[in-house]
């Protein structure tokens, strides 16, 4: 149970002002650094050709094991492809990509990214955490930390997308966690996304929520939006039998796809999960298995857009 706040606290914690509220010169300079990140922000994506988020509202569809494959996959067709993990809770990317471990190096222009085996330079906050199993601790102030999470998590995202030494890069790929609120954030931090990829599975469940992620993106006037299905079937090992996993008809179809183009078909295959989860993405590890030809389908997509994309 927490502790029952006096009442003069509570009027005090009222107090906390609006972003709005703040526009004006407080002393804190809050509004300017905000402004200057922005700005730096601008200025290094103006070196990306194609920026590409990969999120979905729910979790746990396959969000970073198709970013994984995608970047190496794409990185193996020549592109120069980086990787930033937005998921400062539970980042996974740094171990799909194999740099789990790697030192990052601090530059005058900026923090030096992760170099993958595969050749993706990779960002994620497991590389700032010393321990393998440290849950991420905001420091925060000692009251109403709730209330300055989500700024603060914004502006980590805006310092590994603006602070990062990127270079040139043909297309920038942002795994999103899950919360359809992530992805709000996201579209507001990055007004300029190219590309924004939802995961979904045959599960009626993920589906509710993708659909809401699906709205939200088009609410938002985002240019392109592609559903990604993941695990759509699995195809047994021993026998070839191909079966769809969740037992759902092919509503997706009719219910999502209508809105949005089908810009990938991926079945569940043990497989990629153990090799992704183990740094070696199975496009490259096994690049003859039947759901590494339906990723390099989903890249060959991708690097048409990319080719396609801004200048
Ligand atoms: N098509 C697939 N076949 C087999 N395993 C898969 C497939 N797609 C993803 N996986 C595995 O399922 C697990 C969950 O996937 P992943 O971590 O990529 O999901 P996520 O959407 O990023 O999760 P979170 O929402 O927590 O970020 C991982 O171990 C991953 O390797
Ligand atoms: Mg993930």
Sequence with gaps: MGKVQPKGKIKEMRKIRTYQEVSHDTGSELLEQVIEQQERLADRLSQVKCLVA???????????????????????????????????????????????????????????????????????????????????????????GFIWQSSMET???????????????????????????????????????????????????????????????????VDNIGLVENMESHVCSSCGHVSRLFGTEAATEEHLHGSVSLWGSIPFDPRLGALTDQGDPLITAEPESAASSALQALVERVSKHIKGGKE
């Design 54 to 144: 990969i999120a979905s509202g729910k979790g746990g569809v396959g969000k970073s094991a198709i970013t994984a494959n995608l970047a190496a996959g794409l990185a193996s067709r020549g592109f120069k492809v980086g990787a930033t993990d937005a998921d400062l809770n539970g980042p996974s990317l740094g171990r799909m990509l194999n740099v789990s471990g790697a030192t990052l190096v601090d530059s005058a222009d900026g923090v030096e990214p992760a170099m993958s085996p595969s050749g993706v330079s990779v960002m994620s906050m497991e590389l700032l955490q010393s321990e393998a199993d440290a849950p991420l601790k905001w420091r925060e102030p000692a009251m109403g």
């Design 155 to 221: 502006g980590v995202l805006r310092e590994f997308l603006g602070d990062v030494v990127w270079g040139d890069l043909d297309v920038l790929l942002i795994d999103v966690p899950p919360g359809t609120d992530k992805i709000k954030r996201l579209l507001e931090l990055l007004p300029s996304l190219d590309l924004l990829l939802l995961v979904t599975t045959p599960s009626e469940t993920t589906r509710f929520v993708v659909a809401k992620s699906i709205r939200l993106a088009q609410e938002a006037m």
